[in-house]
């Protein structure tokens, strides 16, 4: 029987042309695999009739916007989660669930091989072979870009050779990732760091110096998930979408980073994902009220981590999984209302409500009703230093001899 392989396939130049190509370095025939993460454009069917156009012999399609927003995008909300404090992981958390659909596939169709467009410069690669390891350990990995040499100069006089239904004149000078938590651009100008991003760069917000009038937006919060916007219930993907929009109008969300690769490179980015930063903002001023403090910075360190594992790749790994099981935990009482502004590129919180609330009124005021006891301070000041003070009269003796 031919060998078969599952191309994680786009429905741009260089994976259409990937097909072809893989067929004929390989001899095996290819499944086109699209999943739709909400990045938007062109319809899942539109995408099919291309990959087999281009000499696909099946193409699986799926959408898989709900998945990704309640799966992924929503771990990734509760654990507040910003690699290097900036960035919401938009292109790190579409890998798994592409890497979930390509080994379904894979088994579908009775393939041997997983295939996929990434360099062997950047995250995704690392991404898809290690989630692909670890779902389907029996299945082979290639990357035609990188181990088969498909260049875009090749890509293009193979598309035009074999008159593939492809655009090859249309030239974007930008490399792009964008799903339904963001958007992530890169190369070309941006490559030096010093260069502004230039206006065309973004797609999801509109620019932040010329706002329209101030947007207030209540958020409403079961459990660490939105569940309603001003009132209105939402399903994940739609509170994400929602966001996305109304935020987006503001600006809200526009991250320019020089980020840490895993394979040890620093990279220029530029990040939009207004409705992600809109809701991680929310999020985190609901836990501010919810959270007990110990477990709220334990959580902080957990969350930076988590960040971390998912970056690298680390998706379906063990401690990222244990990690989960926590940041679940902490999410408990994270329920109720946020209220926030949302004007010039910012989403400013300015109230907040929740049944499971820990913030004691009669503890911190400094009006009349205040129940706690002061007194009480004096005594546990001086047992709170007592070790320092210790420690300090030690270095003052030794150091005076
Ligand atoms: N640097 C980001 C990451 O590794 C995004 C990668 C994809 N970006 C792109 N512009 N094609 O998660």
Known sequence: MTERIVLAYSGGLDTSVAIGWIGEATGAEVIAVAVD???????????????????????????????????????????????????????????PVIVKHLV?????????????????????????????????????CIAPV??????????????????????TTKKNPYSIDQNVWGRAVETGYLEDIWNAPTKDIYDYTATPEFPPAPDEVVISFHQGVPVAIDGVKVSPLQAIQEL????????????????????????????????????????????????????????????????????????????KRSLDAFIEDTQKYVSGDIRMTMHGGQAIVNGRRSETSLYDFDLATYDTGDTFDQSQAKGFIELWGMSSKVASSRDQRVLGQ
């Open 37 to 95: 993460v909400g990045q938007g454009g062109e319809s899942l069917e539109d995408i099919r009739q291309r990959a087999l156009a281009c000499g696909a012999v099946e193409a699986y399609v799926a959408d898989a916007r709900d998945e990704f927003a309640n799966e992924y995008a929503m771990p990734t909300l509760k654990a507040n989660a910003l690699y290097q404090g900036h960035y919401p992981l938009v292109s790190a958390i579409s890998r």
């Open 104 to 140: 379904k596939a894979a088994r579908e169709f009775g393939a041997t091989t997983v295939a996929h467009g990434c360099t062997g410069k950047g995250n995704d690669q690392v991404r898809f072979e290690v989630g692909i390891q670890t779902l389907g350990p029996d299945l082979k």
């Open 146 to 167: 990188r181990d088969l040499a498909l260049t875009r100069d090749k890509a293009i006089a193979f598309a035009e050779a074999k008159g593939l239904p492809i655009e």
């Open 244 to 319: 996305n929009r109304r935020a987006g109008a503001q600006g809200v969300g526009r991250i320019d980073v020089v980020e840490d690769r895993l394979v040890g490179i620093k990279s220029r980015e530029i990040y939009e994902a207004p409705g992600a930063m809109a809701l991680i903002t929310a999020h985190k001023h609901l836990e501010d009220i919810t959270i007990e403090r110990e477990q709220a910075r334990f959580k902080a360190t957990v969350s930076q981590r988590w960040a971390e594992l998912v970056y690298d790749g680390q998706w379906f790994s063990p401690l």
